[in-house]
């Protein structure tokens, strides 16, 4: 799955209720808190990370490209 940014990043949790994989700020805040999500192949916590064009996450079997 791929999804499109105007600005130069977004943040992570942000692209997760982007793409649908989560309902809400909150959800994203536990799943990404709790290592269930990796960026660029590696576990981050951190919600606020920002992801650029080019990046990608993977959560819930589910891996989501940043153009």
């Given at each position: 799955?791929?999804?499109?940014?105007?600005?130069?990043?977004?943040?992570?949790?942000?692209?997760?209720?982007?793409?649908?994989?989560?309902?809400?700020?909150?959800?994203?805040?536990?799943?990404?808190?709790?290592?269930?999500?990796?960026?660029?192949?590696e576990v981050d916590t951190r919600r606020g990370k920002k992801l650029y064009s080019g990046d990608t996450?993977?959560?819930?079997?589910?891996?989501?490209?940043?153009?």
């Amino acid at each position: 799955m791929e999804i499109e940014i105007r600005d130069e990043y977004i943040k992570l949790g942000q692209a997760m209720k982007l793409a649908g994989l989560v309902s809400s700020g909150i959800e994203a805040k536990v799943v990404i808190q709790d290592g269930e999500v990796k960026v660029n192949g590696e576990v981050d916590t951190r919600r606020g990370k920002k992801l650029y064009s080019g990046d990608t996450f993977e959560f819930n079997g589910e891996t989501v490209t940043i153009k």
